[in-house]
């Protein structure tokens, strides 16, 4: 698409690209990760590795573009990397906190707050409860409310919509993104 007979020009355009697109950039990051920290650490990562790489991009794409096919990338190695990690975890906190079809696993709303299989060690027990805890507060408060609201409550999402003053599509992508954090928060405290 684009041919740079001079490194001026292609230097130019990325730099306005990220000038341009950096906020782009983050919050697609920020929605992936669940972390603003992580988010802004990749971002960064990605915006380096694709100016060394610079040399390599043939203006098959925009240069946008580009660079986020690299965030993507960086994205997934993060992941990738965080799987990796997990495998060496005492337990897998997706499987104790969310059932196969995503939603949360019963034994975590039962009577008594986020109870753990009676398994487990009280020490165990209130190491993972300290975490969630930890995680829960770090969410924004509306989401904290809405989480606790449909899973510790057990409330409607019509009396959630009229409690928080949000739409029934906000409360699901609210859930959603919010378990999405949990379990990235989780995962990067339980190491």
Same mark, same amino acid.
């Given at each position: 698409?684009?041919n #740079?007979p001079q490194?001026?020009?292609?230097? *130019?355009?990325?730099k306005? =690209? +990220?000038?341009?697109? #950096?906020k782009?950039f983050y919050?697609?990051? &920020?929605?992936?990760?669940? &972390?603003k920290?992580? @988010?802004?650490? /990749?971002?960064?990562?990605s915006i380096?590795?694709a #100016? ?14 580009? /660079?986020? @096919?690299i965030?993507?990338?960086? +994205? *997934?190695?993060?992941?990738?990397s ?9 337990f ?7 059932? %196969? ?12 707050l986020?109870?753990i299989?009676?398994k487990?060690?009280?020490e165990?027990?209130n ?7 930890d &995680?829960?507060n770090?969410?924004?408060?509306q989401?904290k409310?809405? =989480? *606790?609201? %449909?899973?510790?409550?057990? %409330?409607?999402?019509?009396?959630i919509?009229?409690?928080c ?8 992508? /609210?859930i ?6 949990? %379990? =990235?928060c ?6």
């Amino acid at each position: 698409m684009t041919n #740079y007979p001079q490194d001026i020009d292609i230097k *130019l355009d990325f730099k306005n =690209v +990220i000038l341009n697109s #950096y906020k782009k950039f983050y919050t697609h990051a &920020c929605i992936q990760l669940g &972390c603003k920290e992580t @988010a802004k650490d /990749i971002v960064q990562e990605s915006i380096l590795t694709a #100016y060394e790489k610079l040399h390599q991009f043939e203006g098959k794409s925009s240069l946008e573009t580009w /660079i986020f @096919a690299i965030l993507n990338n960086k +994205i *997934l190695q993060h992941f990738r990397s965080k799987q990796r990690e997990q495998k060496h975890l005492d337990f897998d906190s997706e499987k104790l906190l969310f059932n %196969k079809n995503g939603s949360w696993n019963k034994k975590w709303v039962s009577e008594s707050l986020f109870e753990i299989e009676q398994k487990e060690s009280q020490e165990e027990k209130n190491k993972i409860w300290k975490f969630l805890v930890d &995680c829960l507060n770090a969410l924004k408060e509306q989401h904290k409310q809405i =989480v *606790l609201f %449909k899973f510790y409550f057990n %409330k409607s999402t019509r009396q959630i919509c009229e409690e928080c003053n949000v739409s029934e599509d906000n409360v699901w992508q /609210i859930i959603h993104r919010s378990k999405l954090q949990l %379990k =990235v928060c989780l995962q990067s405290k339980i190491k």
